[in-house]
């Protein structure tokens, strides 16, 4: 599979493109980005041409890798699909639900395969945990606390210069994360509250529509030492706790290149694609219309 690069910011820099160029069974043909130059320095980085031509790019590949802001990602992820390119998406797919809603339809519409890459989905510990959660059911509530320290005084991390993040905050950037496990072991998100905590912090309150409740802590401003991951589900099997990631995410961006290259070569849909990304998409939105209307909103 030839693939190509969205993107030269810190996470393609880091993440995406080290991963293009190690993989077996993908030949990563080029970079392609906002700014000519920088797209150059990347590809020459790793021994592929950067491209000015965005079209050109799509004609010489099958499949995209996208590491831009989601405000731009949806348009040029539609764009790729109409020149018939897989997708390797990140989250959040699109800040809206129609930008979301678009990518799903291209990629039906267009044949192409797509993955999302919710790292936490493609942990090689959390993957057979979240399939087993999900297997096993009888879920009475679920709690997830995101709590990151990006914007925290002190905070050394190469995505504190993210504009996006800084606009939109946690409720996009790490609530896409823990959204990615509780769906598929709790069930659709049928109803969500959220209520505002210190700074970008929020709290989420979802129902689901297999009668399980779940809630959210969410921050990219909690202090670095107070900060941390947490998952935890209490049921009929009792009290399960997601293992923590001892891995980097370019060791999870392999699996879902490998994800995205089967579901190329079989048709089958991926359960974490487009469809699945426009879910989370609209549970952030409604959660987002939750906070500024005070009360809870519908799915």
């Known amino acids: 599979m030839r693939i190509g690069l969205l993107g030269t910011g810190p996470w393609a820099e880091r993440v995406h493109a080290p991963a293009l160029a190690e993989h077996p ?6 970079v392609w980005g ?6 150059e320095a990347l590809g020459t980085a790793h021994g592929v041409p950067g491209y000015a031509d965005l079209d050109r790019l ?7 890798s996208i590491a831009l802001p989601p405000s731009v990602q949806a348009g040029l992820a539609v764009r790729a699909a109409e020149a018939g390119c897989h997708l390797l998406l990140d989250k959040p797919v ?4 129609p930008d979301a809603r ?7 519409e267009h044949k192409v395969a797509s993955v999302v890459f919710f790292t936490v989905r493609f942990g090689g510990e959390q993957i057979p945990w979240i399939e087993r959660q999900a297997e096993l059911g009888g ?3 679920g709690r997830s606390d995101w709590l ?3 914007f925290a005084p002190g905070s050394t991390s190469p995505y504190a210069a993210s504009p996006w993040r800084r606009e939109k905050g946690s409720l996009w950037d790490v609530g896409p994360h823990a959204l990615s496990v509780l769906l598929p072991v709790l069930g659709e998100v049928t109803e969500v509250t959220a209520v505002a905590g210190p700074l970008d912090t929020v709290h989420l309150v979802l129902r689901h529509a297999g009668g399980a409740s779940s809630t959210l802590a969410l921050s990219l401003t909690a202090p670095r030492a107070g900060g941390g991951v947490a998952m935890e589900l209490r049921g009929e099997h009792g009290v399960v706790q997601l293992p923590e990631r001892g891995e980097s995410p370019t ?3 392999h699996r879902a290149l490998d994800a995205l290259r089967s579901s190329a070569a079989t048709g089958e849909p991926h359960p974490c694609g487009a469809d699945f990304g426009l879910r989370v998409v609209e549970v952030l939105a409604a959660a987002e219309r939750s906070l500024a209307d005070g009360r809870p909103v519908a799915l």
């Not at 799509?58 to 995209?64: K, R």
């Not at 699109?94 to 639900?97: L, P, S």
């Open 34 to 39: 906002r700014r000519a130059e920088a797209a």
């Open 251 to 253: 060791t999870a961006l």
């Open 58 to 64: 799509l004609a010489d590949v099958d499949a995209v």
């Open 94 to 97: 699109a800040f809206t639900v």
């Open 102 to 108: 678009a990518v799903a339809e291209a990629v039906r």
């Open 139 to 141: 879920w009475f509530t």
């Open 25 to 30: 069974g993908l030949e990563f043909t080029g």
């Open 148 to 150: 990151g320290s990006v």
